[in-house]
């Protein structure tokens, strides 16, 4: 009797396939996604993906919307029980960088220019406008930006020097992060320089 195929009617099936995507992800690199393949990885039929994915586009666009809900409620995890807004801030930065570490090739994605940033939303006062990929996105900017306004030496910024602190301390811990994952820091553990970065930054 021949084995029956793969169908596409299975519960929580686009979950189940954002998850071997983000398998796939993990261990290859976006480059290795496909949906014909992810079907295969996750147990269904080849063309089930196609059910809830248009394209190849619009799986990474899934994908990456879930790494900044993550990223997200890791630095919120990382921020839990610290009152005072400095060290409340220095924990969510460090959890950005364990986000990093723990999820490099995910993390690579979501800011490898490759999700389509469709969303246009308002920043600041003066109105203007930035593209995001998704809500989520938006929303893990807009959390840190929330958090950056709460430090002590940041009241009585206009919106403007608000949006440059903002992103100056975005961009140094970024950065570390990369190079963190990529195993570029010479001699020193990320931590050590995260420490150091965010004695100068944020204190």
Known sequence: MAAAKPTYHHDNLEQKLLDAAAEIVASQGASA???????EVAGVSRSA???????KDALLHSLGERGFTMLAEATEAAEAGHVDPVARGRAGMR?????AQTNPQLFRLMFAGVLPRR????????GSHYNFSSSAAAKAFA????????LPDSAGLDSQA???????????????AILAIDENLKLVAPELVIEALLDRLIS
């Open 33 to 39: 996604l496909s949906l014909r393949a992810l079907g």
């Open 49 to 55: 993906p196609y059910h809830y994915f248009a394209d």
């Open 95 to 99: 959890g950005y960088l364990r986000f």
């Open 119 to 126: 969303l246009s939303l308002p920043l600041g006062d003066a």
């Open 143 to 150: 959390r840190m930006q929330s958090g950056v306004a709460a």
């Open 162 to 176: 608000l949006m440059l602190r903002t992103n100056t301390i975005w961009a140094a811990v970024h950065g570390v």
